[in-house]
């Protein structure tokens, strides 16, 4: 696969995971959360995640098993989560998740649930979601990926400093105000906070402080 598809891959994946994030929250929580740390509808490291899980499982790793995907996929996510979490911090001085409140957690930027999700959604992408989408990405001609990339970074690239800007200084864009107030009447119809997981599992379980 030429740079500018693994480019193109990488943008929809991490789409995907913006949309796999809000929704998995909606449900945790019961309560809207724009999970994106950019102003567009993107999370970069889930991107990241399935860019180097494509390049191991279609190109290093021969022989391979679910399991085996599920241990790469479980380990590969703390490395990748706690030092994306101390970066995203020193950055836009925030901290955009917090595994505190759970079990088994380092520092909150870390936790054995999440790394178990992520394990499992390691195995859902290898043997799922690459089936499905490598096939699509490599029919785009060349040159289309090529143009579509660099239109793609540019946008990416503005995305990141204007969101960067907007957290330093505190500023919400009225269109992600009105996005936000919109999916949060949305979620609260669909999946009101007291019938969410959390409170479910909090309920019926000790695992939660």
């Known amino acids: 696969m030429t740079l500018a598809r693994l480019y193109l891959y990488f943008n929809i994946t991490a789409f995907i995971g913006y949309i796999?994030?809000?929704?998995a929250m909606a449900l945790w929580s019961g309560k809207w959360e724009n999970r994106g740390y950019m102003?567009?509808?993107?999370?970069?490291?889930?991107?990241?995640g399935c860019l180097l899980g494509y390049l191991a499982?279609?190109?290093?790793?021969?022989?391979?098993?679910?399991?085996?995907?599920?241990?790469?996929g479980f380990?590969?996510?703390?490395?990748?989560e706690y030092p994306t979490s101390l970066i995203l911090e020193k950055v836009f001085h925030t901290r955009w998740?917090?595994?505190s409140i759970g079990p088994f957690n380092i520092e909150g930027r870390v936790s054995l649930l999440s790394s178990l999700g992520?394990?499992?959604?390691?195995?859902?992408i290898v043997y799922v979601l690459n089936p499905l989408l490598?096939?699509?990405?490599?029919?785009?001609?060349?040159?289309v990926a090529h143009w579509l990339s660099i239109i793609i970074a540019v946008i990416f690239v503005t995305d990141f400093f204007a969101a960067a800007y907007c957290t330093l200084h505190?500023?919400?864009?009225?269109?992600?105000?009105?996005?936000?107030?919109?999916?949060?009447?949305?979620?609260?119809?669909i999946n009101p906070q007291e019938k969410s997981l959390y409170r479910f599992l909090k309920k019926h379980t000790n695992w939660f402080k």
Request: charged letters at 15%; glycine letters at 8%.
């Open 134 to 143: 490598i096939p699509l990405v490599l029919k785009v001609p060349q040159n």
């Open 170 to 189: 505190k500023i919400t864009p009225g269109f992600i105000a009105r996005y936000n107030d919109i999916m949060s009447r949305a979620v609260r119809k």
């Open 97 to 99: 998740w917090d595994y």
């Open 39 to 48: 102003l567009g509808p993107t999370i970069p490291i889930y991107g990241v």
């Open 20 to 23: 796999y994030e809000c929704i």
């Open 57 to 72: 499982f279609g190109n290093l790793i021969k022989n391979y098993t679910p399991l085996t995907v599920f241990l790469i």
């Open 118 to 124: 992520f394990g499992i959604g390691a195995v859902l």
């Open 75 to 80: 380990v590969m996510s703390a490395v990748l």
